[in-house]
């Protein structure tokens, strides 16, 4: 099978940026990467559940789904990647996404009727995020202002989905 060659989305050299202090660029690209690929596999999880998912909630689940994994596409996927131009860095290859991402994916359910299973497997896809991001957050904070800025509206909209997760798995209460 045809393996078209990897496009060279690094620079060789990622160049230093004026507002940045205290902090090397490649850190910053390093963990801005690995979010980037986070956000990608999230939008891929949730557009997966939106689909797989079956029961009599699975319209309105459905939806919610969808509206989540556009935020994760749309907003969170769009300012990292727009961040990363800053340092001459590209859309990763796909093939690389996976290696990149730091949550990978969480524990999908086999029955998609396992209306719970899907919302812990959210929970525990936004989890992983929140802590991510809040290390992410420490390590730039005054040292990265417009990386920090990023990092902390992304934090507050995955604290929303990590609430929206929670409280819908006690409504459908098992
Ligand atoms: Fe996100
Ligand atoms: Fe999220």
Request: proline share 6%; charged share 35%; glycine share 4%.
């Amino acid at each position: 099978m045809f393996e078209p060659p990897k496009y060279k989305y690094m620079p060789d050299n990622i160049p230093s940026r004026p507002e940045v202090r205290g902090l090397e660029p490649k850190k910053i690209v390093e963990l801005l990467l690995g979010a980037l690929a986070d956000e990608f596999l999230a939008y891929h999880q949730y557009i997966l559940t939106a689909y797989a998912l079956k029961g009599p909630l699975s319209e309105e689940l459905s939806e919610v789904f969808k509206t989540i994994a556009e935020d994760e596409l749309k907003d969170h996927f769009h300012k990292l990647a727009n961040r990363l131009q800053d340092f001459d860095v590209d859309i990763p290859d796909f093939r690389d996404l996976w290696s990149l991402s730091h949550c990978k994916q969480a524990r999908l359910p086999s029955d998609p009727y396992d209306v719970d299973g899907w919302l812990r497997a959210g929970l525990e896809a936004e989890e992983c995020a929140i802590k991510y991001y809040r290390s992410i957050y420490d390590t730039v904070k005054d040292k990265d202002p417009v990386t920090e800025e990023i990092i902390e509206e992304i934090l507050a909209d995955e604290v929303e989905h990590y609430t929206l997760f929670k409280n819908l798995i006690s409504k459908t209460g098992k």
